[in-house]
Nanobody, 123 residues
Framework: QVQLVESGGGLVQLGDSLRLSCAASGSSFSSYTMGWFRRAPGKEREFVAA???????YYADSVKGRFTNSRDNAKNTVFLQMNSLKPDDTAVYYC?????????????????WGQGTQVTVSS
């Protein structure tokens, strides 16, 4: 099993940047596909980004070109660099882990979840 802890959220203004971190313990990230999801006010949880076990990266269309996902296996940490933030990015952001690489964009397929970190973007 693996435990996940997100950090790096905060209150920023339109156009600002944040970097979220997800630290893992209990197991190495090399054993999992890692994903990022977010839940905005009044909306369901949605896919943001993922890195499968091969290192391939995937992004939701809404964040492509602005967000960058990275992974440091030696530190058991994944990062989500968020640039050009917009008010629509306001949400609680979660990192998650799953055993298989398939269906990386489906929240229901992930086995482990962090507690989330709040990102608020004002205009």
């Amino acid at each position: 099993q693996v435990q996940l802890v997100e950090s790096g959220g905060g209150l920023v203004q339109l156009g600002d940047s944040l970097r979220l971190s997800c630290a893992a313990s209990g197991s190495s990230f090399s054993s999992y596909t890692m994903g990022w999801f977010r839940r905005a006010p009044g909306k369901e949880r949605e896919f943001v980004a993922a890195m499968i076990k091969t290192g391939a990266l995937y992004y939701a269309d809404s964040v492509k070109g602005r967000f960058t996902n990275s992974r440091d296996n030696a530190k058991n940490t994944v990062f989500l660099q968020m640039n050009s933030l917009k008010p629509d990015d306001t949400a609680v952001y979660y990192c998650a882990a799953k055993y298989l690489s398939a269906l990386y964009s489906f929240a229901d397929k992930y086995n482990y979840w962090g507690q989330g970190t709040q990102v608020t973007v004002s205009s």
